[in-house]
């Protein structure tokens, strides 16, 4: 069974509503919206992607693809050790060294490597991505049925909070949430979570880089 196109999903949340051509727009946008917070929720195993990163010598930052969500993992691929993740605080107080990467930490530039690459690495990185934006009516909703529904749920209770029936608005929402939960343990990726590009939320509880400082 097919999933929903975007001009269907769009269809479906209008019929809520006596003028279409109002809301059309807003609609596609809500639409839209939903996709993209499904996606920063649920780290399925259809929104793991690969991505290569060759390091400079002297380079120390480099960007993440337009869209990451979160690190599955960052490996050396000639060693095949992981890197680890850390704090970009604790890198800005480590001495300076070059070498061989092996920690690393996102700030909202990208992905800073530590020691600083001190010649070329190939760096493998796994990480979980948002889906793309909806623009076309025959595109399709990236989730199979039943989920193609969420994003309909999420861009009906939007409608009816512009409508101002928050009973309606908070019932469409419990259906999104409801459903979203049900996707999380249908297609969610177990795994050990890795980071998004936000600092400072690893704790103390992790594992410290293993390199010896200059």
């Given at each position: 069974?097919?999933?929903?196109?975007?001009?269907?999903?769009?269809?479906?949340?209008?019929?809520h509503c006596a003028d279409a051509n109002?809301?059309?727009?807003?609609?596609?946008?809500?639409?839209?919206?939903?996709?993209?917070?499904?996606?920063?929720?649920?780290?399925?195993?259809?929104?793991?992607?690969?991505?290569?990163?060759?390091?400079?010598?002297?380079?120390?930052?480099?960007?993440?693809?337009?869209?990451?969500?979160?690190?599955?993992?960052?490996?050396?691929?000639?060693?095949?050790?992981?890197?680890?993740?850390?704090?970009?605080?604790?890198?800005?107080?480590?001495?300076?060294?070059t070498g061989r990467p092996t920690c690393?930490?996102?700030?909202?530039?990208?992905?800073?490597?530590?020691?600083?690459?001190?010649?070329?690495?190939?760096?493998?990185?796994?990480?979980y991505d948002t889906s793309a934006e909806?623009?076309?009516?025959?595109?399709?909703?990236?989730?199979?049925?039943?989920?193609?529904?969420?994003?309909?749920?999420?861009?009906?209770?939007?409608?009816?909070?512009?409508?101002?029936?928050?009973?309606?608005?908070?019932?469409?929402?419990?259906?999104?949430?409801?459903?979203?939960?049900?996707?999380?343990?249908?297609?969610?990726?177990?795994?050990?979570?890795?980071?998004?590009?936000?600092?400072?939320?690893?704790?103390?509880?992790?594992?410290?880089?293993?390199?010896?400082?200059?």
């Amino acid at each position: 069974m097919a999933s929903l196109t975007y001009l269907e999903a769009t269809d479906e949340v209008l019929a809520h509503c006596a003028d279409a051509n109002v809301y059309r727009a807003r609609v596609k946008r809500w639409v839209n919206a939903g996709v993209a917070l499904v996606s920063r929720q649920t780290q399925t195993r259809d929104s793991l992607e690969d991505s290569t990163i060759t390091t400079a010598a002297n380079d120390s930052s480099y960007d993440l693809p337009t869209t990451f969500v979160r690190v599955k993992s960052l490996t050396d691929t000639e060693t095949t050790s992981g890197l680890v993740p850390v704090d970009i605080e604790e890198i800005d107080d480590y001495d300076a060294s070059t070498g061989r990467p092996t920690c690393y930490a996102l700030d909202e530039n990208g992905l800073i490597l530590y020691p600083t690459p001190n010649g070329t690495y190939s760096l493998r990185l796994r990480y979980y991505d948002t889906s793309a934006e909806l623009t076309l009516d025959s595109d399709p909703v990236p989730f199979s049925p039943p989920y193609d529904q969420l994003p309909v749920f999420y861009a009906t209770s939007q409608l009816f909070k512009a409508e101002d029936d928050a009973e309606m608005a908070q019932f469409h929402r419990a259906e999104f949430d409801r459903l979203l939960g049900e996707y999380r343990a249908d297609k969610g990726h177990q795994s050990v979570d890795g980071p998004r590009q936000v600092g400072g939320t690893w704790g103390d509880a992790r594992p410290y880089p293993s390199f010896n400082r200059p």
